[in-house]
């Protein structure tokens, strides 16, 4: 019999992407957690993963975790029950560590390390470093989105690497290069070569090194796929010159047309401790719509990728990267490379899953 997964939680884009690939493998019940007056529960059943909706007292993530999680506690046990074979707990935050302290040994804890939340401005520093350590002691497998935060927690946590597992980020089936796809009427007319990012000009891009990019005259039109803000046009005014196009806010489920648009991708990470660690879905966006791809080290991953259609340099060479790459001719790949989907890694992760709880 099928152990179905408790995920917890589903509430961002990344975990509700993974939680729906997980449940075309296997029964998923997706707990969505959110703060109330009352601890209340709402469950859907005509969702695929089942959806569950629960409200917890203000406070259950922080302050008073202690009294929220254990309302929390109470709805998981009551729902385990109810099913056929007994659940595995994934658990998708730090903040969950109560929870994990309270229902080890009645279910099985699956720990996914998203991100590094060490990094995250508010959440506390060394204090999350406590919380990853009580989960990850108490999880038969700790899943991590890249090599460096599983190499870290083996390193601080002690934790066995046998029950270990890296699962990056990934993309949904429609980046497909092979998929066709309509023209945005933004673009129209504009300039090519078309080169961009996917997403909004922040504080976590080397934003120097791409105003260079749009200053370069061999660049036809900039896209940035998403907003940017006032502070940031200020400090760099060639973001607001003629060759830019800033499409602002872009719901997630069309951001394939944008990155199918792009002749010329860019990944252009700061150096910091949270772009380090992290897993960037779009370097999986760009990998299967097939684009090259220009990526500044800033992130492990990225760097670690040995694509023939990735090209890594360093903040000072991208501009120059860029120049050589549209003289050559900038070619499309028609086919996307292998695992950078949901689906895959979603099934690479059930089989591990079982195969870490059948040797106990």
């Not at 009352?38 to 993530?61: F, H, Y």
């Not at 907003?227 to 060639?238: I, K």
């Not at 050589?324 to 689906?343: H, I, K, M, N, Y």
Request: charged residues 20%; proline residues 6%.
């Amino acid at each position: 019999m099928v152990a179905p997964i408790f995920f917890v939680d589903g509430n961002t884009i990344w975990h509700a992407r993974l939680a729906a690939a997980l449940a075309e493998f296997r029964p998923v019940f997706s707990f969505e957690v959110s703060s109330g007056l009352l601890p209340s529960l709402r469950r859907s059943n005509d969702s695929k993963p089942t959806r569950v909706s629960i409200s917890l007292p203000r406070g259950w993530a922080s302050s008073t975790a202690f009294i929220g999680q254990s309302f929390l506690h109470r709805f998981i046990r009551r729902a385990a029950e109810a099913c056929d074979a007994k659940p595995v707990l994934f658990l998708t935050s730090p903040a969950y560590a109560p929870l994990a302290s309270r229902i080890f040994g009645e279910l099985p804890i699956v720990s996914y390390t998203a991100d590094d939340y060490r990094s995250y401005v508010g959440w506390g520093g060394t204090a999350i470093a406590g919380k990853e350590r009580q989960i990850h002691q108490r999880s038969e497998l700790s899943v991590f989105v890249s090599d460096t935060l599983r190499e870290r927690a083996v390193r601080e946590f002690g934790i066995d690497p046998a029950r270990t597992f890296v699962s990056p980020n990934a993309t949904e089936r429609h980046f497909a290069a092979k998929d066709r796809y309509e023209p945005l009427p933004i673009l129209a007319g504009r300039p090519r070569p078309l080169v961009g990012v996917l997403g909004a000009l922040t504080e976590r891009l080397n934003l120097a090194s791409l105003a260079e990019v749009v200053s370069n005259e061999t660049v036809g039109t900039f896209l940035v796929a998403g907003p940017a803000s006032a502070s940031v046009l200020e400090q760099y005014p060639v973001f607001r010159s003629a060759k830019v196009v800033v499409a602002g806010q872009i719901d997630h489920s069309r951001m394939h047309e944008y990155a199918k648009a792009l002749d010329l991708a860019i990944i252009p990470y700061a150096r910091n401790e949270l772009n380090w660690h992290c897993s960037p879905m779009r370097l999986y966006d760009h990998l299967a719509s097939g684009v090259p791809i220009i990526s500044i080290r800033g992130c492990d991953q990225v760097d670690r990728c040995n694509h023939e259609g990735v090209h890594i340099v360093d903040e000072s060479g991208l501009k120059a990267k860029v120049e050589e790459l549209v003289a050559r001719g900038l070619q499309r790949s028609d086919t996307s490379p292998p695992e950078c989907f949901w689906d895959q890694r979603a099934k690479a992760l059930t089989n591990i899953i079982d195969m870490v709880l059948s040797a106990k």
